[in-house]
């Protein structure tokens, strides 16, 4: 009987070493994939960012000269221009402020908590619930030997 009972306690103090240094690795990985979403995501950005102001750049340039011959002067072309993205700015700033952090602050919070990751509550519950579950199996099966035992 005592032993069982340190037996048991052993095997608690194992079991808790064990979820202590679980939760430690668990935390190190999801640490590692965040991080690793976060560098991916930042390359994206610089890669298609830079090739995307490269194209308007040259779209923009396409124009100016364009509609500087279309008003017979060239810098009326290069004025135009800079008015639309001067207006354009005025409007992200007066309206698309709100927008632009929700998206981001989604799409941020979206690298950094996946739905299918497991919640460590959950998985140290998980662990109680098999360890109760097989305390009892080893109990009952104690319990029949003795029986046989005594019987015999």
Known sequence: MFDDLTKSLHDVTDKIEDFGLSTVEYYKLRLFKSSMKGAISLVNLLVFGSLSLFVLLFLSIGAAMW???????????????????????ICMFVFGRKIIERK??????????DEDDIDPKEAAQREIADFVARRKEETILNDTLEEETVSR
């Not at 004025?79 to 207006?87: E, K, N, T």
């Not at 981001?104 to 908590?113: A, D, R, T």
């Open 67 to 89: 509609l500087g011959t279309f008003f017979e002067e060239g810098y009326v072309g290069f004025l135009l221009i800079g008015a639309l993205y001067g207006v354009a700015l």
């Open 104 to 113: 981001m602050l989604q799409k941020s919070s979206g690298l950094f908590y």
